[in-house]
């Protein structure tokens, strides 16, 4: 198989303990990080639908991006729209017309990153891995190894997984995609750009831009 990865994995953060010494799941984190949020909510619900900076962000799942932070966005500002990759697959896309056409966005972005996931197997490598179980997959030098037991299942057969072999080359990909699709319009410029996973900097991909110029 593919990969071999620099593909960093963290270890699992530890639980936070609660005041009688006890660890709360995922599910406790949440909550409770929920009931701090709705204390300081504030006029937050006054807020309009509409994004009110009025464009859209197409940007990859990954836990390390956090497109609040790296675009500097509140509440409200804009639409993020997110998948494994940052891929302009056909619900992305739905999601961006959407946001034009009924939410008024008038640019758009596409945001890949650097050490991406998507980037460490192909269609047939996952393909394999779910045909031999539903089990997380272990990833090595030698790339990702399925760990666990059957069975599993075919149907990954039927899904283009949208790998990535070049960060540059699918983020102009992508662009270039969304520029041509006949429900977007030619008006709307739509910027390339890769997040670099080191640094926190956004690099154009200046091909990319150019394939997304406004007409």
């Avoid at 963290?10 to 990080?33: D, H």
């Avoid at 946001?99 to 050490?115: D, Q, R």
């Avoid at 949208?162 to 429900?183: F, G, N, W, Y």
Wanted: net charge negative.
């Amino acid at each position: 198989m593919r990969a071999k990865s620099s593909l960093q994995f963290m270890s699992t953060k530890a639980k936070t303990p609660t005041p009688q010494g006890k660890t709360m799941s995922v599910l406790q984190e949440v909550l409770s990080a929920n009931d701090a949020y709705v204390a300081g909510f504030g006029d937050k619900g006054s807020l309009a639908l509409p994004p009110a900076r009025g464009f859209a962000i197409l940007t990859c799942m990954d836990a390390r991006l956090d497109p609040a932070k790296y675009a500097g966005l509140a509440e409200g500002d804009a639409h993020v729209i997110r998948n494994a990759g940052g891929r302009a697959s056909d619900d992305a896309i739905r999601s961006l017309v959407i946001s034009y056409k009924l939410l008024g966005t008038k640019e758009w972005f596409v945001i890949h990153h650097s050490n991406c996931g998507m980037e460490f197997f192909t269609n047939d490598v996952i393909r394999e891995l779910l045909s031999n179980s539903l089990e997380t997959a272990a990833l090595g030098a030698d790339g990702f190894t399925d760990i666990g037991v059957g069975p599993g299942s075919t149907e990954g057969n039927y899904i283009n997984w949208l790998t990535i072999k070049d960060q540059a080359q699918s983020v102009t990909e992508d662009v270039s995609r969304i520029r041509s699709h006949p429900l977007v319009p030619a008006g709307i410029p739509i910027y390339g750009y890769i997040y670099d996973v080191a640094t926190g900097a956004l690099v154009e991909v200046p091909d990319a831009t150019k394939a997304g110029a406004a007409g």
